[in-house]
């Protein structure tokens, strides 16, 4: 059901755009937070401790999203969904690693293709996180390369082009370092790095500290003077220049930025300090929000703002300092849910979702059906008239229809994944684990459910009614055996045809 708490701001929006066909198509900005929790905004939890103006001013003017989800509770995989319409657990389930291949086939249509063959120029700005062919630059011989624990920045011919990175997979240009506490340590340009690494960095070296929680940072080659704090400042640098520079271009644009905050090491800068009420990470928060603002209005000054398809969302729930920040803080980041990253609790995988949309969406709206980031990569070729193949965007569904209020839902189900063989669906308001637990953070979840009281449950799977109980107190499986082989059933039945598109049903 779609709620709208701007009615007349939202007729007039809508008054005032023409309808756009053809040349006139909407440029498409993708905004992708790391690790941030459903709990963090204030437009989505009124006693969040994090202001966001921004993000909530996305809100307003269109419409936020209460049941949206990424396909994983962790980085690599639902950057991958989000970008080919497919549940990641159909190809893999774990992240790429430090100078790690590429995990998209070469006959994978993805989204930037799909932009690129309707005719916009495309763009990713940011954090990557899906590998490239390093070994195509490698120096030394590819058995030791197996065998290598720490890359060295002499392993490498640096003066290469890098294979099989974003632009092989439908960017026409990248700018970024790939992923903030993964080698190389360096600024990397389309294929190729800007400057040499010049040294190898080993994180006991590291002379800068972090401002909360462990640096996660993976040895490797590195600029020696490679400023971490300094990234995600020069990422927004580079993207209010890509913004300002659509100025009078003819063809409109799909960018595609991916934040490598509020992620690990988590680190805003001095002049973010003490901004939250949540520590260095709700500053962290802040920085990432002020910097969808000055994104924003480089893109008001290039003229397209209205005539922009804007969407927000995060690749999964916060890292397991958010335990911490509850104790010390009172600030729950995946609030109301139980659950973080790497978890298939709602914590893990249940995050932001924002779209403004001009002439489509109603300003101030919200909307609490079911929706995931795999169903973008379908809704824009709905708009494009885009003729997906069949082996393309499987579990994609148009939301559209959603958008226009012609449907109140368009998908029924959602299988939740981050580990091997260690599935959950969602079915209505119903969510099964097909595990005892949905917890994969082990022990540190442990004080966190004492403080709040959860349960004890000793059951061999669980069920939940979310819509009685959202936090995911209360296992139901012992009482409701038919609604377990029921949730079974269809879980196996969307694994085993290999698709869950709508259009691909017979």
């Known amino acids: 059901m779609k709620l709208s708490l701007f009615p007349a701001l939202g007729l007039l929006a809508a008054s005032l755009i023409p309808t756009l066909s053809g040349a006139d198509k909407m440029n498409v900005l993708i905004l992708y937070a790391d690790d941030l929790g459903y709990g963090d905004l204030t437009s989505y939890q009124d006693n969040s401790k994090i202001p966001t103006p921004h993000l909530d001013q996305i809100a307003k003017e269109g419409t936020r999203f209460t049941d949206g989800h990424s396909s994983s509770g962790i980085c690599t995989p639902s950057r991958y969904a ?42 990713c700005i940011g954090k990557w996180h899906l590998g490239w062919d390093w070994m195509a630059i490698h120096t030394g011989d590819a058995t030791d390369a197996k065998q290598k624990k720490v890359w060295e ?48 960095l080993l994180p006991k070296n590291i002379k800068q500290k972090t401002k909360e929680g462990n640096w996660e940072v993976r040895p490797g080659p590195a600029m ?11 990422l927004a640098d580079e993207g209010e220049k890509y913004l300002r520079g659509r100025k009078g271009q ?17 680190i805003p800068t001095d002049e973010f300090d003490g901004k939250s009420g949540a520590g260095a990470y709700g500053d962290f928060v802040v920085q990432t929000d002020d910097i969808v603002g000055r994104l924003i209005k480089a893109l008001k000054e290039s003229g397209e703002y209205e005539n922009t398809i804007i969407i927000f969302s995060a690749d999964n729930g916060p890292e397991h300092y958010a335990y911490a920040r509850d104790e010390r803080f ?22 932001p979702f924002l779209i403004k949309w ?18 973008i990569m379908a809704t824009l070729a709905n708009y494009l008239d885009f003729s997906l193949p069949e082996d393309a965007a499987e579990d994609s569904h148009d939301l559209l229809p959603l958008l226009d209020g012609t449907v109140e839902k368009v998908r029924d189900s959602h299988i939740h994944n981050t580990a091997k063989g260690k599935y959950a669906i969602r079915v209505g308001d119903w969510l099964y684990i097909d595990q005892p637990s949905g917890n994969h953070n082990g022990r540190k979840a442990l004080a966190f459910e004492k403080r709040r009281n959860y349960p ?12 009685e109980d ?22 196996k039945k969307i694994r085993d045809q290999g698709f869950s598109a709508p259009r691909l049903k017979k």
């Open 456 to 467: 004890e449950d000793d059951q061999k799977v669980a069920l939940y009614n979310l819509k």
């Open 82 to 123: 989000l970008l080919t319409g497919r549940h990641h657990w159909r190809d893999f389930h774990g992240i790429v690693n430090a100078m790690g291949a590429s995990v998209f086939p070469s006959e994978r249509l993805t989204l930037p293709e799909m932009m690129q063959q309707s005719g916009y120029d495309t763009a």
């Open 358 to 375: 001009p002439g489509k969406t109603e300003a101030g709206s919200v909307e609490d059906a079911l929706v995931s980031q795999i169903d």
């Open 153 to 200: 920045h002499t392993d490498f011919d640096w003066s290469q082009e890098i294979p099989d990175g974003p632009l092989a997979h439908g960017f026409d240009h990248y700018f970024g370092d790939s992923v903030i506490n993964f080698p190389p340590y360096c600024w990397i340009r389309d294929n190729k790095v800007v400057t040499v690494p010049d040294s190898t």
């Open 470 to 491: 959202i936090a995911q107190r209360h296992n139901l499986a012992a009482k409701n055996p038919e609604k377990v082989a029921e949730m079974k059933a269809e879980m």
């Open 224 to 234: 020696a003077d490679w400023d971490f704090y300094q990234v995600l400042p020069t």
């Open 330 to 351: 009172g600030h729950w980041s995946a609030e109301p849910f139980r659950g973080l990253k790497r978890d298939i609790y709602e914590g893990g995988h249940h995050v």
């Open 250 to 266: 003819d063809k409109p644009f799909f960018l595609f930025f991916p934040f490598p905050s509020p992620h690990a090491p988590i």
